[in-house]
T-cell receptor, first 113, second 112 residues
Framework: DARVTQTPRDKVTEMGQEVTMRCQPI?????VFWYRQTMMQGLELLAY????????DSGMPKDRFSAEMPDATLATLKIQPSEPRDSAVYFC???FGVGDTQYFGPGTRLTVL | DQQVKQNSPSLSVQEGRISILNCDYT??????FLWYKKYPAEGPTFLIS?????DKNEDGRFTVFLNKSAKHLSLHIVPSQPGDSAVYFC???????????FGKGTLLTVNP
């Protein structure tokens, strides 16, 4: 049963600290997405990759967020420095195409104190 | 500019009855539509999809209807079960190179 995995599942940190979230997409999927879910905004698309190349990261605050795919089995989302307003659940999803069905991981719940 | 709208934040139905979740869109370029279900502390799970060349797609208790002229789709769950209680997201895309646009979700509660 192939699924997207994310680590850590929960992260509590203090303001100013660096946070790194990791995602392993489903093997064979060539498109990876990072979303953030908040009560006010619903699911916000932060960035996405196709064949490991970044296609669009316009949803991310550029000064503190960065997303990379070091290899086909790992995507990372980094926040440095973290702020309380970054507290949210961050989801990774993967699929065969940008507009095709996406399969989501369980999410990382981030709390910045 | 919210291109995919789910106007009902919540819906409550009795077990065994029909649940109807609605979604409206504004972008006429959208041609692929999906519904996701999300339980607390889990990621959204793909439920059912429909292409714009069809007006209905069925999978067990779940049926999605698409009305292109009204730019409206709906998800019917018959019969509803308590395990269906979750947040349902509608999503749409304009082709395989265009990202999915999600609605803000509708919380469905199915009462025993």
């Amino acid at each position: 049963d192939a699924r997207v995995t994310q680590t850590p599942r929960d992260k509590v940190t203090e303001m100013g600290q660096e946070v790194t979230m990791r995602c392993q997409p489903i093997l064979g999927h060539n498109t990876v997405f990072w979303y953030r879910q908040t009560m006010m905004q619903g699911l916000e698309l932060l960035a996405y990759f196709r064949n490991r190349a970044p296609l669009d990261d316009s949803g991310m605050p550029k000064d503190r967020f960065s997303a990379e795919m070091p290899d086909a089995t790992l995507a990372t989302l980094k926040i440095q420095p973290s702020e309380p307003r970054d507290s949210a659940v961050y989801f990774c999803a993967s699929g065969f195409g940008v507009g095709d069905t996406q399969y989501f991981g369980p999410g990382t719940r981030l709390t910045v104190l | 500019d919210q291109q995919v709208k789910q106007n009902s934040p919540s819906l409550s139905v009795q077990e065994g009855r029909i649940s109807i979740l609605n979604c409206d869109y504004t972008n006429s370029m959208f041609d692929y539509f999906l519904w996701y279900k999300k339980y607390p502390a889990e990621g959204p799970t793909f439920l059912i999809s429909i292409s714009s060349i069809k007006d209905k797609n069925e999978d067990g208790r779940f049926t999605v209807f698409l009305n292109k002229s009204a730019k409206h789709l709906s998800l019917h769950i018959v019969p509803s079960q308590p395990g269906d209680s979750a947040v349902y997201f509608c999503a749409a895309s304009g082709g395989s190179n265009y990202k999915l646009t999600f609605g803000k979700g509708t919380l469905l509660t199915v009462n025993p």
